[in-house]
Nanobody
Framework: QVRLVESGGGLVQPGGSLRLSCAAS????????MGWYRQAPGKERELVAR???????NYADSVKGRFTISRDNAKNTVYLQMNNLKPEDTAVFYC?????WGLGTQVTVSS
């Protein structure tokens, strides 16, 4: 059974940082690309960042230079380091592995 469990969300002030984690189980993690998506209220879910099995990464233009995706294959975990957060980053962030999704973690950026 595939499980993706996100953690690390919360409330942060503009300019602050958070690190999201996604612990994966039930599949061969190191062979799979992993992604972070987000969905803000009233908007569609969008890709934030993606990392392939060999470590190649790509980012949404809106987060380039601020967010960094990484993975630890020994821990079956993918991370999203988010710096210089802005109010428009407020959303539920979801971990993705192909057709599988986590339940999401809320990120709120507000003063």
């Amino acid at each position: 059974q595939v499980r993706l469990v996100e953690s690390g969300g919360g409330l942060v002030q503009p300019g602050g940082s958070l690190r999201l984690s996604c612990a994966a189980s039930g599949f061969i993690f190191r062979f799979n690309a992993m992604g972070w998506y987000r969905q803000a209220p009233g908007k569609e879910r969008e890709l934030v960042a993606r990392i392939t099995s060999d470590g190649s990464t790509n980012y949404a233009d809106s987060v380039k230079g601020r967010f960094t995706i990484s993975r630890d294959n020994a821990k079956n975990t993918v991370y999203l380091q988010m710096n210089n957060l802005k109010p428009e980053d407020t959303a539920v962030f979801y971990c993705n592995a192909g057709v599988y999704w986590g339940l999401g973690t809320q990120v709120t950026v507000s003063s």
